[in-house]
C-alpha cells in the first residue's frame, strides 16, 4: 500500500538546509536526500513532531529551541584531562574532535575546548547543544519501513550511515 502522509513506521526521504544564528551548518540536497524512520528518534525531536502527517511535496520550515534539538549546552559536561591520558596530545589544538576512553572501554568523542601546559580541556556536549535550529525541508519520498528496518530502528535503504552499528 502506498504511503502518503508521515508517520510511524514510514521511512521519509527529505532535502533540507539547517541554519543556526543565520549561518548553514548542515544540508542535504535532492540528489543525495537525508532518510530517517520517522517515530525511530533519527532525527532531533522537534524536527520530527513537525513532518508528522506532510506529504511528499510539502516544504516544511522549522525553528527547534534547545530543549527539542540538542539539549542546553552543560558546563558540567567538560572534563579536564592529563595530556598523557590522550594520544597525539602534543598535536592537540582548540576545536579538534578527540576520542577519550574511559575505564570501562568506552569512547566517547569531545572536542578540544583548551589546551594547557600539563592538561586538556575537553568538551563532550554535541556541537549543536544549546543552539537554535532552523530547518528548511522538502519531503521527497516516502515508503513503509521493511520488518528488519523497524526492528533496528533505522533506515536500510540509502548509504551506509548506519553500517558500524550494525556490524555489532
Ligand atoms: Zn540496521
Redesign the pocket.
Known amino acids: 500500500m502506498a504511503v502518503d502522509t508521515i508517520r510511524d513506521g514510514v521511512v521519509v526521504s527529505m532535502s533540507y538546509v539547517l541554519k543556526v544564528d543565520g549561518q548553514e551548518v548542515g544540508r542535504a540536497d535532492a540528489d543525495d536526500p537525508l532518510e530517517y524512520l520517522h517515530g525511530a528518534e533519527n532525527i532531533v525531536p522537534g524536527l520530527e513532531a513537525a513532518l508528522e502527517g506532510k506529504r511528499v511535496g510539502d516544504r516544511v520550515d522549522v525553528t527547534v529551541p534547545p530543549e527539542d534539538a540538542y539539549g542546553d549546552y552543560d558546563e558540567e559536561d567538560i572534563d579536564e584531562f592529563d595530556k598523557d591520558e590522550i594520544p597525539g596530545a602534543e598535536n592537540l589544538e582548540t576545536g579538534m574532535v578527540v576520542e577519550v576512553e574511559d575505564e570501562d572501554g568506552y569512547v566517547y568523542i569531545g572536542m578540544v575546548k583548551e589546551v594547557n601546559a600539563e592538561t586538556v580541556l575537553v568538551d563532550f556536549n554535541p556541537p549543536l547543544a544549546g543552539k537554535t535550529l532552523s530547518f528548511s525541508v522538502e519531503v521527497l519520498k516516502l515508503r513503509e519501513a521493511d520488518e528488519?528496518?523497524l526492528d533496528?530502528g533505522?533506515p536500510?535503504s540509502l548509504d551506509d550511515f548506519?553500517e558500524d552499528?550494525?556490524e555489532e
Do not use: A, L, N, V
Request: hydrophobic share 0%; net charge negative.
Open positions: 528488519e528496518e533496528h533505522h536500510h548506519y552499528e550494525d
